[in-house]
Nanobody, 127 residues
Framework: QVKLVESGGGSVDPGGSMTLSCAATEYAIDGRRMAWFRHVPGAELDGIASMGAFGRTKYADSVQGRFKIFKDNSKNVLFLSMANLKAGDTGMYFC?????????????????????WGKGTQVTVSS
């Protein structure tokens, strides 16, 4: 059974940094399409960052240049490095994985493309 477990969330001051982790079980992340999403109560789920085959990435405009998605294939962990955090980055962050093992998938930050989801980790940016 595929399992995704996020960690690394917490509270941080504006301008601070934080790195989230997503450990995958029964799912080999190497070459697979994965993504991070953010949810704020009362709002829709926002796509934040995605990594497809060959390390290709895609970011939401709001985080471009501040966030970085990357993998440690040896540990089977997906990461989201976040810098210069803003109050608007506050939310529950979810890791998601595509069930397809088709090669050469492009990164996509739309929730319909992902079948496996973690339970999330809360990030709060506030002074």
């Amino acid at each position: 059974q595929v399992k995704l477990v996020e960690s690394g969330g917490g509270s941080v001051d504006p301008g601070g940094s934080m790195t989230l982790s997503c450990a995958a079980t029964e799912y080999a992340i190497d070459g697979r399409r994965m993504a991070w999403f953010r949810h704020v109560p009362g709002a829709e789920l926002d796509g934040i960052a995605s990594m497809g085959a060959f390390g290709r990435t895609k970011y939401a405009d709001s985080v471009q240049g501040r966030f970085k998605i990357f993998k440690d294939n040896s540990k089977n962990v997906l990461f989201l490095s976040m810098a210069n955090l803003k109050a608007g980055d506050t939310g529950m962050y979810f890791c998601a994985a595509d069930s397809s093992d088709t090669w050469n998938l492009h990164p996509i930050i739309q929730e319909d493309f992902y079948e496996y989801w973690g339970k999330g980790t809360q990030v709060t940016v506030s002074s």
